[in-house]
């Protein structure tokens, strides 16, 4: 069964700075684009970042554009979101999905499976 794996979270102040990474295992993330979704208490899963297969295209949610970085390494199998200039209204479980569609999609119903989320919290 695949499974993914979600690390990389923590508490950190406002203003700090993030990297999340996903591993998916039993499959090859390159097979796939890749999602970051995240979700805040009370609140409906979001879409963050995506990444084409090739990691050349990319595409951000507008509330992280400029702040947020998504990349991949297909040769770690591994996706990341590097995330600076961390506000509170960042805090939520972050999550990484893979998609089979062709495109970077934004709804979280193109995506596949989910993994069991990191945390990531930021105080004021």
């Known amino acids: 069964q695949v499974r993914l794996v979600e690390s990389g979270g923590g508490l950190v102040q406002a203003g700090g700075s993030l990297t999340l990474a996903c591993t998916p295992s039993g499959r090859t993330s390159s097979t796939y684009t890749m999602g970051w979704f995240r979700q805040a208490p009370g609140k409906e899963r979001e879409f963050v970042a995506a990444i084409s297969r090739s990691g050349g295209t990319t595409r951000y949610a507008d509330p992280v554009k400029g702040r947020f970085t998504i990349s991949r390494d297909n040769a770690k199998n591994t996706v990341y979101l590097q995330m600076i200039n961390l506000q509170p209204e960042d805090t939520a479980v972050y999550y990484c999905?893979?998609?089979?569609?062709?495109?970077?999609?934004?709804?979280?119903?193109?995506?596949?499976?989910w993994g069991q989320g990191t945390q990531v919290t930021v105080s004021s």
């Open positions: 999905a893979p998609s089979s569609r062709l495109y970077l999609a934004t709804n979280q119903n193109d995506y596949l499976y």
